[in-house]
Each structure stands twice: as C-alpha cells, then as structure tokens.
C-alpha cells in the first residue's frame, strides 16, 4: 500500500466500490482525470451484488409516471448489452393475465383510473398493460430486442408450469446481467485508465486542507496513509448519509431511505428458457428466472430497513412470502424446502417522503456541495440499469468544479472482455473448445460468460485440465482463481464463489474451505476464518 509521504494530489477520491463508484471511477479516468477509489470491503459486496440481475426500464415504474427514468433505463439497456455481450444477455419475460391483480394504491395511474372508472375497484385492467407494454417497446428506441406479443398458454410451453387458470399471457423483452461482474470489469477498465483502485480501505475522515481534501484511509491490515484530493465523490450507497456527516463531517438536508429487497433461489421450477412477472394480490410483482443453468431465481421484496450496519438478510416472513406469492401461480405449490439459497440487499433511496417502500422511487439524485471549501459531490439513489448515465452525469457535474472540459466517451465502449458482437457467444464457446479439447460445452460456456474472449487468457496455454492445477469443485481451477486474485481484486473465497462468480451454490463446504485456505497461502496472508458454508 502506497505510504503517506506521497505528495499526489487527485483530481478525484471516489468512496464507494459499487456500480456507481466504479462506473464514476471509469469514466473520469478516461477523461483525463487523476482518480482514486478506495471500498472498506470487497467490489460490489454489499447492494450491487444483491440485485434481482437485469438491465430493465422498470415496466411497474409506468404507473408511478416516472416516465423519464424508463425511458433512460430502456436506451441503455441496448446500449449495455452491445458493451458487455459476456455478462449481459437478451430474456424474453412471460406475464400471465390475472382478473384480480390490483394497483399498488399509491400510483398515479391507480388513483385517476378510480377516479374515472370506479367500477375497475382498483384492478390493473388488461387493457392498461398491454398499453404499458406498447409504450415500454418505443420509448426507449428498441432495435435489437423483439417486441410484445400475446401468449396463448394453452398451447406455449410457458403454460405448462403454470396452473390451468391462466389462459392468456404477454411476453416482452429486457436483459439479463451479472451484476457483482459488471461492477469488478467497470473497476480493472477504471484501473486501465490510470485509476488507482484499493479494496478493502476505509476512508477514516476527510478534511479540507489549503483549498484540498485529505483523507485518511485505513486498510485491512490497519496500515494507514493519507490520500489528497481535489473533490470527493460519496458513492457509499446506503452508507452515503453516514460517510457525509461522519467522514466528511458535513450536514445535508437530503435523507436516504433503506430498502431491503431479498430474494430466494430454488431448485429449478420449469425447464424453458424464458422468465415470468407475476403480478401479486397486493399490487407488487416479482420476477421467476432461469439462474445458473439449474436454478429459478425468485425476488424481490421492498422492506424498510433501519440501519446500514446491521447486514441485511431475507428473513422467514419474505421466504414465506416469496413461496406464497409464486405459488399463486405454479402448478406445484413453491416451499421452503425448495430453497437452496437466499440474498438480501439494501436500496439506498432518496427519501422524498412516499408512503410505502415499493412507492419510493428508483431515480437517482446527485448533489454538489462546495461549501466544505472544496467539492464532494454526493451520490443518491439509482438502478443498475442507469449507472453508465449516472456516471455520465456526475461527470457534467465534476468537471467544471474542477475547471475541466471534457466529452462523455463511454457509450458502447466495450468492458473488458466484450470486444464481440451480441450474437457471438455460440461462436467464442467454440473457439474456447477448438484451442483446449478438454473443456466441456458446459465449462466453456461458463467461462465464456464470465470473461468473454479473456477467456483463453485465464486458460493460458493449458493442452490437458490437469495443467490447470487444483480443481476446487465446479470446475473452479487454480489458474482461474489466480487470475481473478491477480487481474480482479480477489482475496477470499467468498469474493471468487459469490461475487466473482456463482460457483458457491455448486460448492461444499470442504472445497470452499480449501479454496480460502488456498488464497491466504497466495497471498501470504495470514491465518483467516474460513469461507462460509456453500449454501449457508
């Protein structure tokens, strides 16, 4: 770790490693600025690895007429998914038609449809879907993705999971990413451009000094050092209200609301390749999706949750109700005993007083603050969706505080490791298979997903699996947990098995203890507690 006697002066220190620190990070460093990024944990550990894992407009976002966010978030799902066509790809969403799904009360929509047609009793008419979907398909200027069409579930396999009563069903396009990745690919192009990058380093405190900040940072090891800034971004995401008055030791009238979405994983529940959108009784919807070849994924919820500190967890009460909610619509009823796997994370919101969670809107809010004596802009709020925007409009806010011009650069600019088309991961698993026979079409796909056409580079030169060194399980190997500690900020066998990748849902206990055991020995580190169980 860099020592204090350092007398760099940034032009940026970014808090926070998540999707909006790192894409800050990236695109200011291609701008020409001098840029440091400091996360107290891992990348994407807390809420950027705890997403439902879409690049979607937010259809139910209509209804509360937030109809700039979709329309934002619908360009860049194109725009995304030709930058990173390893991580992202294209999902066709099946939503059943229910008589007596309701509106979450407090929408717009809701409200003057009760107002002119009393008689609907707060029901979500088919009518008013199908014409959300009509403006979901033009809004965002779609050209890769196929638009909606209407569903025969008698006679599509998509019906067949699904109970008798639901007859009818629309099917429209959004995307797929793999979230915890996008985040690690936006930091090492970040580092590329000359950013430095340190994980696990907690910003202590920060105070402005002749006109600059300085701030003292502290890494797992409880060495410190100082860092010199010209302007701060606080991307903390739920804990941007405390690094602000606690780091910076600034006040803000802006108030951040903590929502916990959890999520369950089940055994795999139907076998076509396709997600549902169930709409629920009480004016929620929640995602079925195909996950990691053998799983369903099913989520999410929106619960108010008090404090930053307390690690968020999908409790038994959203378990229960995740089951009870999906099984409104399965054939064969969803239980616990289905679960192999839960997550929860927490959506940092800016509070502007809505009545209920679900209500709380997903937009982001940037604020520039020059009274300290020298800027930090503060990051409110957000979706996966539009961080490359926010990062962009952070940008147009950072550079004249710092008497920089620049252009935004970044749209279909590949992440590393998306340097081919859309269409082309069939053709980079065959190439992957060509240069080393021993690879599975179920292994080269894996590592196709994960890192594109570096693929072959975390490979090396390998002509047998045995040149791969230790197989941990789930064709995890030695050479690739080398590259991700050397290449992606690896440490532990958590980062490689639940962040990195998904291999921890394939993984025991024993090989998950060896993998850490491993690492520590990589590094040189010290002894270290033992990675959690795989489906703990």
């Given at each position: ?26 695109d ?7 840029v440091?990024l400091?996360e ?42 030709r ?10 969403f099946?939503?059943?038609l ?8 407090a ?12 008689w ?8 008013l ?25 008698t006679q ?6 699904l ?42 405190s ?5 006109g600059?900040?300085?701030a ?12 010199r ?6 991307a ?7 690094v ?5 030791g600034?006040?803000s ?17 139907f076998d ?29 919820t ?36 289905d ?30 603050d ?11 709020g ?8 926010l ?20 749209a ?12 082309g ?11 080393h ?7 080269a796909l ?9 693929a072959?580079?975390?490979?090396g ?5 045995a040149d ?30 639940w962040?990195r990748s998904?291999?921890?849902l ?8 060896a993998?850490d ?13 033992a990675?959690?169980a795989?489906?703990?």
């Amino acid at each position: 770790m860099p020592q204090s006697a350092s007398q760099t002066v940034h032009d940026l220190l970014v808090i926070g490693g998540g999707v909006n620190g790192c894409g800050i990070a990236r695109d200011a460093a291609g701008r020409g600025l001098s840029v440091a990024l400091c996360e107290k944990d891992d990348l994407a550990q807390a809420t950027s690895s705890a997403s439902t894992k879409l690049f979607h407009g937010g259809l139910r976002y209509l209804e509360f007429l937030e109809v700039r966010l979709v329309r934002e978030a619908l360009i860049e799902r194109e725009r995304l998914l030709r930058a990173m066509p390893h991580i992202s790809w294209p999902l066709r969403f099946v939503l059943p038609l229910h008589p007596d799904m309701r509106f979450e009360s407090a929408t717009p929509v809701s409200r003057a449809l009760s107002l002119a047609m009393p008689w609907m009793k707060g029901r979500r008419p088919d009518w008013l879907i199908r014409l959300g979907l009509g403006l979901y398909d033009t809004l965002g200027g779609r050209e890769i993705l196929p638009g909606t069409r209407t569903v025969d579930l008698t006679q599509d396999p998509a019906g067949r999971p699904l109970k008798p009563r639901f007859r009818r069903a629309f099917e429209y396009s959004d995307c797929w990413v793999e979230d915890s990745r996008l985040v690690v690919l936006n930091a090492r192009d970040a580092e590329a451009r000359g950013a430095e990058v340190r994980t696990r380093t907690r910003v202590v405190s920060a105070r402005v000094v002749d006109g600059r900040w300085e701030a003292q940072v502290e890494d797992a090891e409880g060495r410190r050092d100082t860092i010199r800034a010209r302007l701060i971004v606080n991307a903390t995401g739920p804990w941007a209200g405390r690094v602000l008055s606690g780091a910076l030791g600034l006040e803000s009238r802006d108030r951040i609301r903590l929502v916990r979405g959890s999520h369950i994983v089940t055994r795999r529940l139907f076998d076509h390749d396709r997600c549902y959108f169930f709409q629920g009784r009480d004016g929620r919807i929640i995602f079925a999706i195909p996950y990691e070849t053998d799983f369903t994924l099913i989520g999410t919820t929106d619960v108010e949750h008090p404090d930053p500190s307390v690690p968020p967890v999908c409790t038994p009460e959203e378990q229960d109700y995740l089951c009870a909610f999906a099984s409104e619509y399965f054939a064969r009823p969803v239980t616990r005993d289905d679960i192999v796997w839960t997550y929860s994370g927490v959506r940092p919101l800016h509070d502007e007083g809505t009545e209920s969670a679900t209500a709380a809107s997903r937009d982001y809010t940037l604020k520039l603050d020059a009274s300290p004596g020298a800027p930090v802009l503060h990051v409110f709020g957000g979706k996966i969706t539009t961080y490359r925007r926010l990062a962009e409009s952070a940008l147009e806010k950072i550079g004249p505080a710092l008497g920089h011009a620049s252009r935004p650069w970044t749209a279909g600019v590949p992440l590393p490791g998306g340097d081919f088309p859309v269409d082309g991961v069939g053709r980079r698993v065959d190439e992957l298979r060509a240069a080393h026979p021993f690879l599975t079409d179920r292994w080269a796909l894996r590592l196709v997903r994960a890192y594109g056409t570096e693929a072959r580079e975390v490979l090396g030169g390998a002509r047998e699996a045995a040149d791969l060194g230790r197989n941990f399980g789930a064709t995890l190997t030695e050479s690739e947990v080398r590259w991700l500690m050397d290449r992606e900020y690896a440490r532990t066998a958590d980062d490689v098995m639940w962040r990195r990748s998904k291999l921890g849902l394939r993984m025991d206990a024993e090989g998950a203890q060896a993998l850490d055991r491993w690492m520590a020995e990589a590094r040189g580190g010290a002894d270290r507690p033992a990675a959690s169980a795989a489906l703990g």
